[in-house]
T-cell receptor, first 114, second 113 residues
Framework: DVKVTQSSRYLVKRTGEKVFLECVQD?????MFWYRQDPGLGLRLIYF???????EKGDIPEGYSVSREKKERFSLILESASTNQTSMYLC?????????????FGSGTQLSVL | GNSVTQMEGPVTLSEEAFLTINCTYT??????LFWYVQYPGEGLQLLLK?????DKGSNKGFEATYRKETTSFHLEKGSVQVSDSAVYFC????????????FGTGTRLLVSP
């Protein structure tokens, strides 16, 4: 079965720190996604990547950047963490194509910015 | 634009009760529709899907029917169990453009013995 692994389950950082959230998938999926999940707001797409070295802004990219140097790894970067970036961050991957809409999710990283 | 509206939770039920979680959508083209479930401490996983009008998706006793005329995809289960306690997300992929999932806000279901 597909496995999407996020490097940390819980993370506590200070305001202004640079934060890296790592995600690795083991099924050679082209598409990868970063969402944040907040109560009452559901999942909101931050960035996604069609394939290696390709990236596209999602609905809420401000304050974030991403890196996709290898197919299996998609990193989310908070250049200067702020308290409003305290959230649950979910990574997902998918092989594109008709009938392949299913996303595989990691178990999430709960980030607290103090 | 594309959007999904779900009923607010939490939905609190006793074991063996009937469950309905409402979901309506707005989308361009002919979207595919999904229900994802998130159990405590885990990521989301696909529960069921329907890709065209009048299709019924089903899995683990849950069902949802794609209703184009009412733009709805309500989730139902005839008899819930304590183990069904989770957050349920309705989602769509638009019929046009890149296949990017659009999620609803999620509905928490709490089932008591």
């Amino acid at each position: 079965d597909v496995k999407v692994t996020q490097s940390s389950r819980y993370l506590v950082k200070r305001t202004g720190e640079k934060v890296f959230l790592e995600c690795v998938q083991d099924m050679d999926h082209e598409n990868m996604f970063w969402y944040r999940q907040d109560p009452g707001l559901g999942l909101r797409l931050i960035y996604f990547s069609y394939d290696v070295k390709m990236k596209e802004k999602g609905d809420i990219p401000e304050g974030y950047s991403v890196s996709r140097e290898k197919k299996e790894r998609f990193s989310l970067i908070l250049e200067s963490a702020s308290t409003n970036q305290t959230s649950m961050y979910l990574c997902a991957s998918r092989r594109p194509g008709q009938g392949n809409e299913k996303l595989f999710f990691g178990s999430g990283t709960q980030l607290s910015v103090l | 634009g594309n959007s999904v509206t779900q009923m607010e939770g939490p939905v609190t039920l006793s074991e063996e009760a009937f469950l309905t979680i409402n979901c309506t959508y707005t989308a361009t083209g002919y979207p595919s529709l999904f229900w994802y479930v998130q159990y405590p401490g885990e990521g989301l996983q696909l529960l069921l899907k329907a890709t065209k009008a009048d299709d019924k998706g089903s899995n683990k006793g849950f069902e949802a029917t794609y209703r184009k005329e009412t733009t709805s995809f309500h989730l139902e289960k005839g008899s819930v169990q304590v183990s069904d306690s989770a957050v349920y997300f309705c989602a769509l992929i638009p019929g046009t453009g890149f296949q990017k999932l659009v999620f609803g806000t999620g509905t928490r279901l709490l089932v008591s013995p």
